[in-house]
């Protein structure tokens, strides 16, 4: 099991333990304003959620799925959710609170955790309408199960569509743009996708960041007008 020196969540329990198996643990989270939050953790240092393979998360998320701890003594709930069993996830680093969120898009999420199934569609709707992909991005990270599922997604059919453009025009280099190329998951979850999907055994064509950031096609734009 792999660890790393200075991670928080490989040194230390990171709360009062409750189940720990040979690759993940339960902790309950020993902070007053959050008398009811539960984290699975994976024992092995893990940089993100995107790193684990496609069994590890199955196992990650059946362990949230499964988590109907014992909840905490106290009769104050969660302030981030009506629940007293899971409410969070860990994997190898601390979980952004849910203030750096957008409190409409943060309420539509709490709305979700709580919806019977009847209207989870109509709330993951709205969501995906209106929750900006950087923090869909962030929420994925953190495990959020619906963020997962769309940033799968995602990633899959920008795998499947540059494997058009690979397989076609056998680009030296592709060059992402616009505020999509900030998404981290690209570089890393939609390049494995992309190379699921090429002809070649071995995909060889890099895709890079531009180096004039999301703004490069306006910059571009700009300068072609100037002259």
């Not at 994997?91 to 969120?101: Q, V």
């Not at 180096?211 to 734009?221: M, N, P, R």
């Amino acid at each position: 099991m792999s660890t790393v020196a200075g991670c928080e969540l490989c040194e230390q329990e990171g709360g009062i333990p409750v189940f720990r198996n040979d690759v993940l643990r339960v902790i309950r989270a020993d902070d007053a304003d959050h008398p009811a939050f539960y984290r699975v953790i994976w024992n092995a240092h893990v940089a993100e959620w995107s790193d684990l393979s496609a069994a590890e998360r199955d196992t990650m998320m059946a362990a949230v799925a499964a988590g109907q701890f014992p909840p905490m003594p106290s009769d104050k709930p969660c302030r981030y959710c009506d629940f007293r069993t899971v409410c969070g996830t860990a994997i190898g680093r601390r979980i952004p609170p849910k203030r750096d969120y957008d409190p409409a898009i943060d309420a539509l999420f709490d709305r979700l955790a709580r919806a019977p199934p009847s209207a989870r569609r109509c709330i993951e709707d709205a969501i995906l309408a209106t929750a900006p992909t950087a923090e869909i991005g962030a929420r994925a990270r953190a495990g959020e199960p619906l963020a997962v599922r769309v940033l799968d997604e995602y990633c899959d059919r920008f795998g499947r569509a540059l494997a058009n453009v690979v397989n076609i025009l056998d680009p030296d280099v592709i060059v992402l743009g616009g505020g999509l190329s900030n998404l981290e998951a690209l570089y890393r979850q939609g390049r494995d996708a992309l190379a699921r999907y090429v002809f070649n055994d071995e995909l060889r064509t890099p895709i890079l960041r531009p180096e004039l950031g999301d703004s490069a096609g306006v910059i571009g734009a700009a300068m072609l007008a100037a002259s």
